[in-house]
């Protein structure tokens, strides 16, 4: 990741779609979801191509529920989804690429960001800092994937000045 070009401005066009009332009790979540997807992709931007754009949903757990089951065979809720988009054909031109989309779900990151004892606002970060590194090919399957991926992860949190969130608060974090 050293000696890379920084992301150019404007290189990736990010909508937010707030389609869940419960969303409102954060302030500033549209906000929060773009700063961490963009810091994400600041943190590649060797693997972003430009021009490109994404969407973030944030939805509630029956909305990402239907989406788990229809796309994942996992009939519950979770707390992000990430749909990475395939390539545009070589014979267009002039388009953003799409990167895909990252879906989160309000009543599920709240549970959970109580459960660890961190505040929603970095919770949800953490969340679509992890929903846009899938829409760029990280993986977490093979434990060498998942060490990179989470590796990367703690980074750009710390960036923003988020501690681990891998660290449990027993953990001393």
Not at 100 to 116: C, M, N, P, Q, S
Not at 133 to 157: K, P, S
Not at 166 to 172: H, I, V
């Amino acid at each position: 990741m050293a000696d890379t070009a920084p992301l150019p401005p404007d290189a990736v066009e990010i909508d937010v779609l707030v389609e869940a009332p419960q969303w409102s009790d954060l302030p500033d979540a549209e906000g929060i979801a773009v700063g961490a997807a963009l810091a994400a992709l600041a943190a590649v931007p060797e693997e972003v191509p430009a021009p490109a754009e994404m969407s973030i949903t944030l939805t509630d757990d029956a909305h990402i529920q239907v989406l788990n089951r229809e796309w994942r065979d996992m009939d519950k809720a979770t707390n992000v989804l990430s749909f990475p988009a395939p390539e545009l054909p070589e014979d267009v031109e002039d388009a953003p690429q799409p990167l895909g989309d990252v879906i989160v779900a309000y009543e599920t990151l709240k549970r959970e960001a109580e459960l660890e004892e961190k505040p929603i606002a970095h919770h949800l970060t953490h969340l679509v800092v992890h929903g846009t590194l899938h829409l760029l090919g990280y993986d977490h399957i093979e434990d060498d994937e998942a060490e990179e991926m989470e590796g990367l992860e703690r980074q750009i949190l710390a960036g923003l000045g988020i501690d681990d969130p891998y660290r449990l608060p027993q953990d001393g974090g």
